[in-house]
T-cell receptor, first 110, second 112 residues
Framework: DTAVSQTPKYLVTQMGNDKSIKCEQN?????MYWYKQDSKKFLKIMFS???????INETVPNRFSPKSPDKAHLNLHINSLELGDSAVYFC?????????FGPGTRLTVL | DAKTTQPTSMDCAEGRAANLPCNHS???????VYWYRQIHSQGPQYIIH???NNETNEMASLIITEDRKSSTLILPHATLRDTAVYYC?????????????FGKGTRLHILP
């Protein structure tokens, strides 16, 4: 069974649209994260949640809104998509020292 | 900003030991050294971490200098599947407010 899963794997959409990426972990971890990896391959944290509570919120436009319905899920909703939002988005979860990453969602905004 | 510096890229022959250096001269006493790697198109994968003692697991060994200002990740018998970007990270760890800050990493090429 996949530990951290994300859907969809690929997402192609037009500027101005609203889209969501879903993440689920079956590891029983308390903390979940969203990272963005841009075209230059820099990997940057966006958000983290611990037991559905927002812990880390980096300088991310408020068009990005994470939602955690329960501690096994952390979804990312993006409003009014822009060209600069094109990237690979990774979800991760952790219990203690080690973070487990999902396979990534490649978002392309046209 | 990342608190570590790593070479941009390295080559290693298959079957040999790959030694990846990392400088972290401003590391604090309560900060751990972590290593992750990212194989092409996949999510990062945890490798190992340590505070001041050398550590070994089934994937790699971590050698931390006595002054803790640098460390070396050792892959004892590199295979083609070890070709990846390797990230050296310092963080407090075990702290839910602490975040992983990824630098540029070292692109390791394992040569057949």
């Amino acid at each position: 069974d996949t530990a951290v899963s994300q859907t969809p794997k690929y997402l192609v959409t037009q500027m101005g649209n609203d889209k969501s990426i879903k993440c689920e972990q079956n590891l029983g971890h308390d903390t979940m994260y969203w990272y963005k990896q841009d075209s230059k391959k820099f990997l940057k944290i966006m958000f983290s949640y611990n037991n559905k509570e927002l812990i880390i919120n980096e300088t991310v436009p408020n068009r990005f809104s994470p939602k955690s319905p329960d501690k096994a899920h952390l979804n990312l909703h993006i409003n009014s998509l822009e060209l600069g939002d094109s990237a690979v988005y990774f979800c991760a979860s952790s219990l203690a020292d080690e973070q487990f990453f999902g396979p990534g969602t490649r978002l392309t905004v046209l | 900003d990342a608190k570590t510096t790593q070479p941009t890229s390295m080559d290693c022959a298959e079957g040999r030991a790959a030694n990846l250096p990392c400088n972290h001269s401003t590391i604090s006493g309560n900060e751990y050294v972590y290593w992750y790697r990212q194989i092409h198109s996949q999510g990062p994968q945890y490798i190992i971490h340590g505070l001041k003692n050398n550590e070994t697991n089934e994937m790699a060994s971590l050698i931390i200098t006595e002054d803790r200002k640098s460390s070396t990740l050792i892959l004892p018998h590199a295979t083609l599947r070890d070709t990846a970007v390797y990230y050296c990270i310092v963080r407090v760890g075990m702290n839910r407010d602490d975040k992983i800050i990824f630098g540029k990493g070292t692109r390791l090429h394992i040569l057949p």
